[in-house]
Structure formats: C-alpha cells, structure tokens
C-alpha cells in the first residue's frame, strides 16, 4: 500500500508539473506576444468618435469647444513632462513618456473657443448664458459619454483631461494589452 501512495504522488506531482510547465511556456509565448504589438499612432476610434459627439452634443447647448490634444507620442509627453522641469514654463503633466493615457489614443483634452476664434481655459465661463459654467456642461457630458474627468481626481486635477481607460491600467498598457475596436 505505501509503494502504491508513493508511486501515486510520484504520479501526480509529474502531471501537475506538466500542467506548470504547460502553462509557464503559454504564458511566456503570450507575454512576448504581447510585447511584440505596435504602439499606437493615433486615437482609438471609439475615443474619436466620442470626441466627435462631445464637440457636437457641446455645440448642441450652445458651447463650442475644440479638442486641444489627443494621442501623444512618447517624445511629445516626455517634452510636457519636462515644462517646470528643466524648460522653461509651468508643469502641465506628471506623467511620462508611456505613464499617460494620452501615449495610448485614449485621452482627450478641450478647451473653449469663443465666437472670434480665441481659445480659452476658463473654468468659470458662461458663455451660452444658463446659470452654468460651460467648462463644467462639457464634462458632465463627456462623462455621459464614458469618459472619466480629469478634474474628479482627487490628487492632481487636470481639468481639460477627458479619458477611456477600458479597464486598463497603465502599467497593463505599457506591457502590450490593448483595448478591443468594437464598440461595447
């Protein structure tokens, strides 16, 4: 009988080990995989297309507003990074090159445009005259759309900042994983 419990464990640590061994070369195939998938170039197209329908459904209620930034390369963010750094200007981000959402095609940044053409930041402007600041219309609109708002975080706000992160971190991201094109 003990012979039988040991032939039996020798047994079933072999299977269990295959099974590890199985899984560990899977998941180094799909880690490399992973890393393998090119960066993206522009935003993602359910992001534009939101983009769209905020500029539009801002437009309804009489703001126009216009989208000051969407992807952004490495190279471009690690330049905004460095504003307040070591260049001249005031900090506007604390991310990195790969550390924003906006390196990923999945962030927005507005601002107001006025009836000549300026653009502005202003936060407290009324312009379509509803008792409303603008600025605030547009991101509860935004946010209905699916975006989350820069100016809800709690650390850091970053007012123009709209984004969809479909559930991904950063981190997740910046090792390969991709949110799907179809629209949920």
Not at 13 to 36: A, D, T
Not at 77 to 88: D, I, M, P, V
């Amino acid at each position: 009988m003990k012979k039988f419990k040991t032939a039996f464990s020798i047994l079933f640590l072999l299977v269990i080990g295959g099974f590890f061994f199985i899984w560990i070369q899977n998941e180094k195939e799909f880690r490399e995989e992973l890393q393998q998938r090119p960066a993206p170039s522009g935003l993602h197209p359910i992001v534009e297309e939101k983009s769209n329908e905020l500029i539009a459904k801002a437009a309804d209620i009489g703001i126009d507003i216009i989208i000051t930034d969407g992807f952004r390369s490495a190279d471009e963010q690690n330049g905004l990074h460095a504003k307040g750094r070591s260049t001249a200007g005031n900090v506007v981000t604390h991310a990195r090159g790969g550390e924003s959402y906006h390196n990923y095609g999945l962030a927005i940044d507005f601002a107001l445009r006025l009836d000549n053409g300026k653009v502005v930041w202003d936060t407290e402007r009324d312009d379509n005259n509803n008792g409303k600041a603008d600025w605030f219309e547009v991101a509860a609109i935004g946010k209905e759309l699916g975006f989350t708002w820069g100016g809800d975080w709690q650390r850091f706000k970053d007012y123009p900042h709209l984004e969809m992160t479909f559930g991904l971190s950063i981190t997740e991201l910046q090792q390969g994983y991709r949110p799907e094109d179809v629209k949920e």
